[in-house]
């Protein structure tokens, strides 16, 4: 009987770490277990804003890309949508139309509705941007700040590097600076992509 009882407490312990454990393994085979983002990871992978490479593996330190920057912006909305708050302007990706045809790429859709919803520039046109560029920290200081605008949460006079600083979204570098023309790797993505959904729409 006592051992019985063992195996059915092993087996309830189980049972309430496996589905954690599953999504740990799914996105972190290239990610260390102790890194310092893994909260900030999980929370935006949890919710979908994030996703893994095809092979189940998140590489933490390859760089952004454009498009996927993209992506995450559109997820990030879906998220808020969600919970309540609403984009001006929104609209259903699938009304959004000026760009396919000329220019066939998966980012596309996502950058129609960053534009649709007045959160990027048109410009330069979908046919000359190089949607596989690596991304700075500055375009992700642009667009964050472009969202909390939107929801009516941050003035007009001051640049986005000055408000993504002060609403303490963006990564301090080791050398104490921010480096928005530097380069932004995937782990540091998904840290201002928490940081991000905390100041707009926590979970309550």
């Not at 605008?149 to 986005?160: A, E, H, I, V």
Request: net charge negative; proline share 7%; with cysteine.
């Amino acid at each position: 009987m006592h051992k019985f009882a063992v195996i059915a407490a092993l087996a309830v312990l189980i049972a309430i770490a496996a589905p954690g454990a599953w999504a740990q393994d799914y996105i972190t085979q290239t990610v260390p277990p102790l890194a310092p983002y893994m909260q900030d990871l999980e929370e935006v992978y949890g919710l979908g804003i994030i996703e893994g490479y095809r092979d189940d593996t998140f590489r933490p330190d390859a760089i952004v890309e454009r498009a996927e920057l993209w992506v995450a912006f559109n997820r990030l909305a879906d998220v808020c949508r969600a919970r309540g708050l609403e984009l001006p302007n929104d609209y259903e990706p699938w009304e959004a139309t000026y760009g396919r045809g000329f220019r066939d790429h998966w980012g596309m859709e996502a950058w129609e509705r960053l534009t649709k919803t007045y959160l990027a520039d048109d410009r330069p046109l979908p046919i000359m941007m190089n949607f596989d560029a690596p991304v700075k920290r500055i375009e992700f200081a642009e667009l964050g700040v472009a969202v909390m605008r939107s929801y009516g949460m941050l003035p007009y006079d001051m640049t986005p590097a000055e408000l993504a600083i002060g609403q303490d979204i963006m990564v301090r570098q080791p050398d104490g600076y921010f480096h928005f023309q530097g380069e932004m790797p995937r782990w540091e993505l998904a840290v201002c992509l928490s940081r991000l959904l905390e100041q707009i729409a926590p979970f309550e």
